[in-house]
């Protein structure tokens, strides 16, 4: 079947249109056909070029001299511009994911060594223990919504504890990560407001609770992040409120979002592909194999956006400055000139350099804690239950995202 560009090109900017899973169609027939592609939608605000091969995708994420991500990091869903006040109001001002070199650099640097490997590492029987305690839980029931229960609290239990924020108020915490990230979901939803304004509520009160937390770690310090945060120097200058702020917004968001969207849809995958459940059962030294297919398949973040900022010469075409420019990881992923059988989920694969966390300078910061988190949970979970099945819908119940890979429920049973 092939796309015509009237509705490649309203589709890809219609969240509404990518549940359907109609886009990996349309990123094979662009990466034979165009894959430097440019979109004229209706509705959006803005033309832009569209990237779909492993490599243009992997060269475009880490040329940061050539391209910005100043605007957003994200696919936007309005070609819009937003004011400095909107900007400043939603914490992108200063947020690493939205910076270029050197303010970029100078502002990510001092945080690098609390997330590397070795340091996260340390982290593992903090993880081991949360995961243990969560699948206790579970064995007091025959079957869960495994989205809505275990993928949203453990990143959010390992999040809030990295923070140092005491357990009695997660729930209030938990509440507003929902408001702020996700205030379309019920449990976001302010009775009276419009999304947008629950989302403003959110991000405003994760950021006034960071600041309060962030002062009392400056006068009674501890060994967590709350501290790291309250006693960061950049550029030999202290944070600021609004900076401490949004640094407890990025751990929050980027702890939280990408490993409840992998979980929940890697454990969708594994349940549609039970020879690969039982092959990781069976060989649990696949677990570190499982996590980086479950990633390739997932890929979080389907989408990035980029702006250019000088000219750009690709498959005989020019990006000129200025120019938005879609670069999307989920069809890389998928790019057959990188994989074999790349629509296959394959936890034996032996060379997988997917893009789902990124590259270059803006590579997932969390990257080390996801994997750890994916793979103490993948070990263990099928280990505990290794009868689990779907309850009753097989079909993934997606996100309706145009940028977010996800799934929204999971009801599983759990057949002890």
């Not at 109609?22 to 209706?42: S, T």
């Not at 075409?317 to 989920?345: M, Q, T």
């Not at 969390?366 to 103490?376: N, S």
Request: charge should be negative.
């Amino acid at each position: 079947m092939s796309f015509d560009k009237s509705y490649i090109d309203n589709n890809l900017v219609n969240p509404e249109w990518w549940p359907s899973g109609e886009f990996h169609e349309v990123f094979k027939q662009l990466r034979d056909e165009e894959p430097l592609y440019w979109a004229e939608p209706e509705n959006y605000g803005r033309n832009f070029w569209v990237v779909t091969r492993y490599d243009d995708v992997k060269a475009i994420m880490a040329d940061s001299m050539t391209f910005s991500n100043s605007v957003d990091s994200r696919i936007p869903r309005s070609g819009k511009r937003l004011t400095t006040l909107q900007r400043r109001a939603l914490m992108w001002d200063v947020n690493i994911a939205m910076l270029d070199p050197p303010f970029h650099t100078v502002l990510r640097q001092p945080m690098n060594k609390h997330f590397s490997v070795p340091a996260i590492n340390k982290l593992k029987n903090d993880v081991e223990k949360i995961v243990d305690e969560l699948i206790e839980e579970l064995k007091t029931k025959k079957s869960i919504d495994i989205v809505n229960t275990f993928a949203a609290k453990l990143p959010m239990d390992i999040v809030f504890a990295m923070l140092g924020i005491p357990e009695e108020d997660w729930p209030m915490l938990e509440k507003y990560a929902y408001q702020a990230f996700s205030p379309a979901d019920p449990k976001g939803t302010i009775p009276g407001k419009t999304h947008a304004e629950a989302s403003y509520i959110g991000l405003e009160s994760i950021g006034k609770y960071g600041y309060q937390m962030a002062r009392d770690r400056l006068a009674n310090p501890r060994d967590d992040m709350a501290t790291v945060i309250s006693k960061m120097v950049v550029d030999g200058t202290s944070l600021d409120e609004h900076e401490i702020a949004t640094w407890f917004l990025v751990l929050i968001l980027g702890g939280l979002e990408t490993t409840r969207n992998a979980i929940g849809a890697g454990m969708w995958t594994f349940l549609a592909n039970p020879d690969q459940k039982q092959l990781l059962i069976e060989q649990p030294d696949l677990a570190g194999g499982a996590v980086e297919e479950v990633l390739r398949w997932v890929t979080p973040a389907r989408g990035r956006l980029r702006v250019a900022k000088a000219p750009y010469r690709l498959h005989g075409k020019v990006i000129k400055p200025l120019d938005w420019v879609f670069i999307y990881p989920a069809s890389g992923n998928k790019d057959e000139r990188k994989f074999d059988n790349p629509h296959k989920f394959d936890i034996t694969r032996t060379s997988n350099e997917h893009l789902a966390l990124g590259e270059g300078i803006h590579a997932c910061l969390g990257r080390a804690l996801v994997r750890l988190e994916l793979k103490t949970l993948f070990s263990k979970i099928f280990e505990a239950f290794p009868n689990m099945d779907f309850a009753n819908d097989k079909r993934p119940h997606w996100v309706i995202d145009h940028q977010v890979s996800g799934v929204t429920k999971l009801e599983v049973n759990l057949n002890q």
